[in-house]
């Protein structure tokens, strides 16, 4: 879907406030909810990060700083 549309709905692709370009992918099978972190190259390339299966409503800050530390590692290689 990501690669495909235009513009992906937020159900299924959401900025993460307060960073800087980073994305949670969502993904649901059956009553399983997971996330991945991804971050745009150029905009063209999508980079995950890290995932994690969704247990409660907020989303776990080791995740997103997990996830941050995973884009300025990429960011610095580059």
């Given at each position: 879907m990501i690669?495909?549309?235009q513009r992906v709905p937020e159900?299924?692709?959401k900025h993460?406030?307060?960073t800087d370009g980073l994305y949670e992918i969502r993904v649901q099978s059956g009553s399983d909810?997971?996330?991945v972190f991804c971050f745009f190259d150029q905009g063209q390339l999508?980079?995950?990060a890290?995932?994690?299966q969704k247990k409660t409503q907020t989303t776990p800050?080791?995740?997103i700083e997990m996830a941050?530390?995973?884009k300025a590692e990429y960011e610095s290689e580059k």
């Open positions: 690669e495909e549309l159900t299924y692709l993460i406030e307060n909810i997971f996330r999508i980079v995950l890290n995932g994690f800050k080791k995740e941050l530390k995973i």
